[in-house]
């Protein structure tokens, strides 16, 4: 017979005072802040935000005449703009260093099964999010860029500022990061019984509306760059479908995986 201790939970006597909570909080956004630190001073060696901002201008300057330039139009655009380009390139670079944080301070209040589920999340979580700004950085940019040029008057420069270049390619980066992250948040509903695979797939319709109204809103006014965003998301709705049904078999509480055997 097996022993009653062993039913017992195994969280039990891993309650945490509250302050003890807040200053395990702190010492992860400390140690996230030294990762991201130390990412900057990388960073700033090699490629150096210069290399950077040449890195990011690649898209647009493909599309400009060839001894043509980006302008800075502010007195400290030239200094303050790589340096927000060096924070952001370090913060993506850092992003599995902080998803690690994140995790050690969730974990201990965690069951063993929903820590095999949090795992593989997180590991896709910032791939996705990498993949959504690659697909900006070589894809979207060139065809937007592309698009917009062919409506530039023969007598009309374009020349634009690096300071709103980098903020616009910025709010894409986060858009598409985000976007990037809708299997992530239909497997999370699902676990959460918030919502059925099969509510899921009757919302497929009304999704499909959903990502287009978020991609003209959170992009710029060109077809390219609205159907570059909802057309990914929409393809993840259904990625996130299926891995909403393999996550809960694969994740299932054990006396949950047993009482459906029996059935």
């Not at 969280?11 to 945490?16: F, I, K």
């Not at 990412?39 to 647009?60: E, H, R, T, Y």
Request: proline share 7%; aromatic share 12%; net charge negative.
């Amino acid at each position: 017979m097996s022993d009653p201790k062993d039913s017992t939970d195994e969280l039990a006597g891993t309650e945490q005072p509250f302050v003890q909570h807040l200053m395990e909080l702190r010492d992860r956004l400390l140690y996230g802040m030294a990762g991201l630190g130390i990412c900057m001073a990388l960073l700033a060696i090699w490629p150096g935000p210069s290399g950077l901002i040449d890195l990011i201008a690649v898209p647009i300057r493909a599309h400009m005449p060839p001894d043509a330039k980006l302008i800075a139009v502010g007195v400290f655009s030239p200094f303050f703009v790589p340096i927000k380009v060096l924070a952001m390139a370090a913060l993506l670079l850092s992003l599995p260093w902080w998803m690690y944080q994140i995790w050690a301070f969730v974990a201990p209040g965690l069951y063993s099964h929903e820590k095999r589920f949090a795992v593989p999340l997180i590991v896709l979580g910032s791939l996705l999010a990498y993949v959504g700004i690659a697909f900006v950085q070589f894809f979207v940019l060139d065809k937007m860029f592309g698009f917009i040029q062919q409506f530039t008057p023969a007598s009309v420069a374009a020349t634009p500022d690096i300071a709103s270049y980098v903020e616009a390619i910025l709010s894409l980066y986060l858009a598409f990061g985000l976007a990037f992250q809708v299997p992530i948040v239909v497997v999370l509903l699902v676990k959460m019984n918030m919502v059925s695979v099969k509510q899921l797939k009757e919302f497929r319709g009304y999704f499909i509306v959903v990502a287009f109204i978020i991609a003209a809103v959170v992009t710029p006014p060109d077809v390219i760059s609205q159907l570059a965003l909802a057309g990914p998301m929409c393809l993840l709705y259904e990625v996130g479908i299926w891995g909403a049904q393999w996550f809960i078999k694969s994740t299932a509480a054990p006396e949950q995986t047993a009482e459906d055997a029996a059935k």
